[in-house]
């Protein structure tokens, strides 16, 4: 045992370089003639660059943890039941992490090892401690390929509508919609013309008038400029040239006509008729009159009035934003009061507005 220990400890101080030049020429001539000594010496660098290596896992397994206390729990559960293509994203983005999640695991057994007595030997046991890492190594392989196999939910099963547009009445995060597009949601997201998404919670809606509207909730949201348009209280003259954007599909779409009623379906009042080609995903989206001023809420198509769409007048959305009760409003939603869309060209004027316009996605459980 004395012989052992002796020669463990030279083996220390030939990896350390704190050998002579002529004690390390003569050690280095004994590992060339006893292969026992060579692989000995092999078996203890390996292990002492395990323990090295173990009090840098410590340190990531601390920045883990860090990571871990800043993620929302309930919002992931919600992101990795229905939103599959997230799944996709948070693998490719953070497949390194899990990685380092399960090499944490293999030296955490290795430090148990270690401090049970089971290692106390430096150089016993060592072709069974490898046998131990590679058995973790291959479950570490197993999760990643598992996670990678993950089958994803898909979220189509919501039967009702599953896609809008919404567009900002304030900048600091609110939105209007339609109150068709969000009723019986279990959870609202909205998507911005970058393709980032943000959660998002209801906070008033007027069913009677179709008007919704929402908060993003989520906090990686950062306030907007102030809004490059107005909303106009006067009613507007037939004949107005009238346009909207919206998200009938993955991208924006305009749509333009002319402002043909002042009333709605069936004489409904608190609507305009307007001649445009409209999807059903522009519902929710802003009326623009020729100026950029918001005149109302894209209602969708009415399939049985050909050719023609119709828009709750923005005088029931003011209303309905002086309607919401105060103890729902974590921020003032302040109006703008500033126009700078007048005298732009169409395009520019889509330019200046499309950062201000979301798609809105609702799923159901």
Request: charged letters at 20%.
């Amino acid at each position: 045992m004395s012989e052992n220990n002796q020669l463990t400890e030279t083996i220390e101080r030939y990896l350390n370089g704190e050998m002579t030049k002529a004690e390390r020429a003569q050690f280095e001539e004994l590992r060339a003639k006893d292969a026992d000594v060579n692989t000995k010496v092999a078996e203890h660098k390996h292990f002492t660059n395990l323990i090295k290596q173990y009090g840098e896992r410590l340190e990531l397994e601390q920045r883990l943890d860090a990571i871990h206390d800043e993620i929302d729990v309930h919002a992931l559960e919600d992101e990795l039941m229905i939103h599959p293509s997230w799944v996709v994203r948070m693998w490719r983005n953070h497949h390194s992490k899990i990685s380092v999640a399960a090499s944490i695991a293999i030296f955490a057994a290795l430090c148990t090892l270690f401090f049970t007595g089971y290692l106390s030997n430096k150089q016993a046991n060592y072709g069974q401690l490898v046998g131990e890492i590679d058995k973790l190594k291959n479950s570490q392989k197993s999760l990643q390929t598992a996670v990678k196999n993950l089958p994803l939910r898909t979220a189509m099963n919501n039967p009702g509508n599953f896609r809008g547009t919404g567009f900002a009445i304030s900048a600091n995060g609110y939105i209007v919609t339609d109150n068709h597009v969000i009723q019986h949601a279990d959870s609202v997201y909205v998507q911005a013309a970058d393709g980032k998404s943000y959660r998002t919670k209801v906070i008033y809606t007027e069913p009677q008038n179709d008007i919704a509207i929402l908060e993003i909730t989520d906090p990686s949201f950062k306030p907007l400029a102030a809004l490059p348009y107005t909303f106009k209280k006067a009613e507007t003259d037939l004949g107005e040239g009238v346009f909207t954007i919206g998200y009938p599909k993955d991208n924006i779409v305009l749509g333009s006509g002319f402002l043909t009623s002042s009333t709605g379906y069936k004489g409904d009042t608190t609507q305009y008729q307007i001649s445009a080609l409209l999807d059903y995903g522009h519902s929710g989206g802003p009326l623009l009159d020729s100026k950029g001023n918001i005149i109302g809420i894209v209602n969708g198509k009415q399939t049985r009035v050909e050719g023609a769409a119709f828009a709750v007048k923005t005088s029931y959305l003011l209303k309905a934003i002086k309607d919401i009760p105060t103890d729902s409003l974590n921020k003032p939603i302040n109006i703008n009061g500033k126009n700078i869309l007048a005298g732009l060209g169409r395009p520019q004027q889509i330019k200046k507005i499309e950062n201000y316009v979301f798609m809105v996605r609702v799923y159901n459980q």
